[in-house]
């Protein structure tokens, strides 16, 4: 049994002045109001937090020229990576992950080492969450077609020259993809090993522009069928909504209600460019957005239309996506930045901070499938982030709601502790599951080497690059 005494909880409750907090094995036992006069630690307890789309990338990737590109350049940027042990790429974003005030965090696998089996690598991810101490939504990505732009590639192989050509086709085209049923199959596969009730296994679709028909209708059969939780980009950018808008004339929302996947057990990475009524469908269906805002910029992807979401009754989530502000995975500035940008301006409010920590506390937390439901009480998961309240009111003038201060000025940086399932699992600033700065060392070395090993790759970059603008500049993904 444990005792943490605080200045202040804020959850979705409200806020609460001093408060004695009792912790027993995973569970909160008790939550009391301190008799005027009590001693206690100058902090604020929140709930942990949830990153509600991610892909646990190993490393930033502006440290190999990613930031500021389009998406559809970027992708093929992430190549220069690599491959490196599977437990090492993992435990480095998960120990970002915990020290930016994630207690939950989707793990949308696209980054596949493949140095083992499929199984074997997914194991070493969930080993490598367990040690950090990070409860995460596993989900297995599947796709099955265009590797190469929206559509035909061809005229892009065409236009390349003969050693750039040659190059991409060894790296982006030499594999055939897994029929469907193998697909499916794997997911069960990995479920089986892996599933427990701190990693969720759910269908990761990339996307409907990377996805087949078949394959797409099979993962809603069997998210149908089994119960299990699917997570899937959508609308990140004007290239996918051009590309959506021609494959699927009815609207490529009504074709996943059609085939039913358009469920309270979707989630829809981005939505960027999602327009009203898609919106009210996906509100009306119970499926929830994750917004990925820091990632949106960095990508120039646009502004994903948070406050008309809201507004149309969705349900919303804040993902970090691999790209925080400062490239940290901050959560707590992320949130800020969430409401900094959707919340009104002058008299007019579209957003309240309560609702951006209702996307944190809450909504993530339900489409990774975790028992955090956003609110300190007796029986809730013991998951909490516990802040230094005096250093975020330094100057200590007055007394001010620490939701204010929080939106004001909170980050990270503030964070004393951080607490999963009863268990620390960040204290003094770092993990405590496993050295981090040692981990982190090794994966840069690691990484620094391959860089190096693909130099033929790194050559023909800009050509790549180059032809891709003109494609989408010009078609805007046409195949």
Known sequence: MREI???AILDLAGARGPSRITLEGDRIAAVQSLEAGAAFDDLLVMPALAN?????????TSSIGGFGRPLEAWLHRLRLFAPVDPYLAAAVPFGRAV???QGAAMVHYTGVQGLTDYVTEAKEVARAAGDAGLRIAFAVAMRDMNPLVYGDGQPILDALSLPAR???EQRFLSTPPLSVAAQMERVDAVAEVIGSPTVDVQYGPQGVQWTTPGLLEAIAEGSARTGRRVHIHLLETKYQRDYADRMFPQGI???????????PRLTLAHCVWARPDELEMIAEAGATISVNTSSNFALRSGIAPVAAMIKAGC???IGIDGSAFDEDDDIIREMRLVWSLHAGW???KEVEPAQVLEAVLAQGHATLNSPVTGRIEPGAPADLLVLDRKALDADALMEVEPIELLFARGTAALLRESIVAGRTVVANGRPTGFDFAGLQHELRSRLRNGVAERGQFRAILPELETTLAGHFRDRLGCC
Do not use: N
Not at 52 to 60: N, T
Not at 253 to 263: A, E, F, P
């Open 5 to 7: 005494t605080c200045a």
């Open 52 to 60: 509600a789309h991610d892909h646990g990338r190993p490393i930033r």
């Open 99 to 101: 020290m930016g005030g």
């Open 166 to 168: 040659k190059e991409i």
């Open 253 to 263: 929302v009504q074709h996943l209600k059609d085939i039913g996947l358009l469920s």
């Open 315 to 317: 349900k919303v989530g």
């Open 346 to 348: 002058g008299f007019d």
